[in-house]
T-cell receptor, first 113, second 111 residues
């Protein structure tokens, strides 16, 4: 069965810390995405990658960076965590461009204190 | 105004009822339409995927697209408590990698 695995379900970090969220997919998918999900705001795209070492900004990239050194792994980095980055973070992958059947991970609930 | 509007609910109905979930959108170029289901503390999972207008049926679920009204619907027949979840609509014009998401409707099926 197709899988997207996020390394942590829950994280608590302090303001100013550098935070790494890891995502691994085992489906040989080309595209990978990082979203954050907040009540009433739905899913907002932070960054996506359509190939190894390629990345594109989404709607809300400020305060975040990403890394995709291998096809199966896509990392989200919070350079200096702030309280307004407390959120649910969801990683997703899809087979190819214009294939919108995304497979999501279970999410990481990040709290910044 | 958001590109995709979706009533957040919650929508509470008795078991066995027919459920209608809806999204409206403003971009007439959208042609790919999806419904995702999200259980509590889980990521969304793809439920239905339609292209352009018309209906698509899968078991108890029917997705309907009305491009002239910029309106999509998801119908759930014989609703079950296990259908209790948040349902998100998503759509794209096909020109890039991105989906535009509704905020989700929380559905509660009462036994």
């Amino acid at each position: 069965d197709v899988k997207v695995t996020q390394s942590s379900r829950y994280l608590v970090k302090r303001t100013g810390e550098k935070v790494f969220l890891e995502c691994v997919q085992d489906m040989d998918h080309e595209n990978m995405f990082w979203y954050r999900q907040d009540p009433g705001l739905g899913l907002r795209l932070i960054y996506f990658s359509y190939d190894v070492k390629m990345k594109e900004k989404g709607d809300i990239p400020e305060g975040y960076s990403v890394s995709r050194e291998k096809k199966e792994r896509f990392s989200l980095i919070l350079e200096s965590a702030s309280t307004n980055q407390t959120s649910m973070y969801l990683c997703a992958s899809s087979l190819s461009v214009a294939n919108y059947g995304y497979t999501f991970g279970s999410g990481t609930r990040l709290t910044v204190v | 105004q958001k590109e995709v509007e979706q009533d957040p609910g919650p929508l509470s109905v008795p078991e066995g009822a027919i459920v209608s979930l809806n999204c409206t959108y403003s971009n007439s170029a959208f042609q790919y339409f999806m419904w995702y289901r999200q259980y509590s503390r889980k990521g969304p999972e793809l439920l239905m995927y339609t292209y352009s207008s018309g209906n698509k049926e899968d078991g108890r679920f029917t997705a309907q697209v009305d491009k002239s009204s910029k309106y999509i619907s998801l119908f759930i027949r014989d609703s079950q408590p296990s259908d209790s979840a948040t349902y998100l609509c998503a759509m794209s014009d096909g020109s890039n990698y991105q989906l535009i998401w509704g905020a989700g409707t929380k559905l509660i099926i009462k036994p």
